[in-house]
């Protein structure tokens, strides 16, 4: 009982620990001028996406913690992974290319610029994942999974900090919130940093202009079928192969 109490208290440590260092990374990078002497726009997406990370690394080690997320998850091998939640949507937004306009100007190649723009995305997503599902997720294990998403959900706008009274932000924190059980759902099955990063990808890629709208969405939809159907195929094949290495034990000791 005291063990599990101790446990518990760990945690919760951990997570204060995991989330202030988030919070003040996004302050840093997002509310002062901190980014604008950079230059690079894949630097510049990166270092805003980092506070997550970068606290989830600092509670795991200074709470001896450890993850159990990898990149491939329970859908090995690391490299079909990648194919799937990588290489699909970047060649896909690589088809469609950016859309140029008065706000837009592509110094080269339109479709470079749109895998380019989708990788700097899934980068981004993945930055923020590992701490939002890597590391908070698994350490409000103890709660109850509605009232873990939601809390999940409602620190992931807090760190946002945006805290206007309106109702888009309103909407935006239930969307947080339905984001934070789907893809909790998809971590809890695939423990994979690939695809629940791919997941929060969707949702960005969704709501940025700088793609043809329809091109957008056949991607977008083309990509989610595609990874639905492998996580739910993965699975249902583990299961078989489970149950296959279960029957032949039986067999053996007969």
């Not at 440590?13 to 001028?33: D, H, S």
């Not at 450890?66 to 079909?80: D, R």
């Not at 971590?187 to 960005?204: C, E, P, Q, R």
Request: proline residues 2%; contains cysteine; aromatic residues 14%.
């Amino acid at each position: 009982m005291k063990s599990s109490e101790g446990s518990t208290k760990k945690r919760i440590l951990a997570i204060i620990l995991f989330y202030a260092i988030a919070v003040l990374i996004r302050y840093l990078t997002n509310k002062t001028g901190l980014l604008d002497h950079i230059e690079n726009a894949f630097l510049k997406i990166c270092l805003q996406g980092v506070g997550p990370t970068i606290g989830a690394l600092v509670a795991f080690k200074a709470f001896g913690l450890k993850p159990v997320y990898s990149f491939a998850g329970k859908l090995k091998p690391l490299l079909l992974s990648a194919i799937v939640f990588v290489v699909i949507p970047v060649v896909g937004f690589a088809i469609i290319g950016i859309q140029e306009s008065e706000q837009v100007v592509v110094r080269s190649n339109v479709f470079l610029a749109g895998a380019k723009l989708c990788f700097y995305f899934l980068i981004y997503a993945i930055l923020e994942e590992i701490g939002w599902r890597v590391f908070l997720q698994e350490q409000l294990g103890f709660l109850n999974k509605y009232l873990k998403y939601a809390i999940i959900g409602t620190l992931w706008f807090i760190w946002h900090l945006n805290f206007g009274l309106t109702l888009s932000n309103l909407i935006f924190l239930l969307v947080l919130i339905l984001a934070s059980w789907g893809i909790g759902t998809v971590g809890d099955k695939t423990k994979s940093i690939l695809a629940v990063g791919a997941f929060h990808a969707l949702y960005n890629l969704f709501t940025a202009g700088y793609f043809d709208a329809k091109g957008k969405i056949v991607v977008l939809f083309v990509c989610a079928v595609i990874w639905i159907l492998y996580i739910v195929f993965y699975d249902k094949m583990a299961k078989r192969l489970l149950k296959g290495d279960h029957l032949h034990l039986d067999q053996r000791e007969q």
